[in-house]
């Protein structure tokens, strides 16, 4: 007991700012908007089906990254595979890589043209697109991911990455820009 007294107090004791919390924004059809404001600030989209299954988005101002999980998966470190995604732009067999142990990032391309990949296809969603599928080299049945139901969360998304600009510059995904 004292232990566990210990750990909790000590928890209690580190500051707000030193623990990686999410704050919630908005949640629409099991999709999520949410920002974490640790350095690097970042905003995380996250598609949970509520059976042990995620998908999450994490964008920070630049970078961008895709991880699946799931909570029965046991993924050795330093584990590569292919998961192959099946869309509204085809068929494509793409890396992936162990996040941790119940984690896997999908690696679209080398990084600054995954970050693009990633963008685009986010964009697209919120603009409207058919279901994705995830089909794993392993023995994972194949998942499909309600990219359909994005669209409602586009103005929730667009608020969490006005966040992660500085006050005194201009954010290049703002609702309030103007063509004069």
């Keep these: 007991m004292k232990t566990f007294s210990a750990i909790l107090l000590a928890a209690l004791l580190i500051p707000a700012t030193a623990r990686s919390e999410t704050e919630w924004m908005g949640d629409a059809r099991q999709w999520s908007v949410g920002f974490v404001g640790e350095k690097p600030s970042y905003c995380r989209l ?8 995620t998908v999450e988005f994490r964008q920070s101002l630049d970078s961008v990254m895709w991880l699946v999980s799931k909570d029965g998966w046991d993924i050795p470190e330093g584990t ?10 085809g068929t494509k067999a793409v890396p992936a890589e162990a996040f941790d142990s119940k984690t896997l990032r999908i690696l679209p391309a080398s990084e600054k043209t995954g ?3 990633i963008k685009k296809m986010l964009k697209n ?15 994972e049945e194949p998942w499909v991911v309600p990219l359909s139901r994005l669209q409602q969360m586009y103005t929730t998304y667009v608020n969490c990455l006005n966040r992660l600009v500085p006050a005194n510059q201009a954010s290049q995904v703002s609702d309030k820009t103007q063509p004069f």
Excluded: R
Aim: negative net charge; hydrophobic residues 40%; charged residues 15%.
């Design 80 to 89: 590569t595979t292919k998961v192959t995604l099946v869309g509204y732009s």
């Design 46 to 53: 996250v598609w949970n089906n509520e059976l042990g299954k």
């Design 125 to 139: 969603s919120f603009i409207g697109t058919p279901d994705m599928e995830l089909d794993f080299a392993g023995n």
């Design 115 to 117: 970050v693009a990949q």
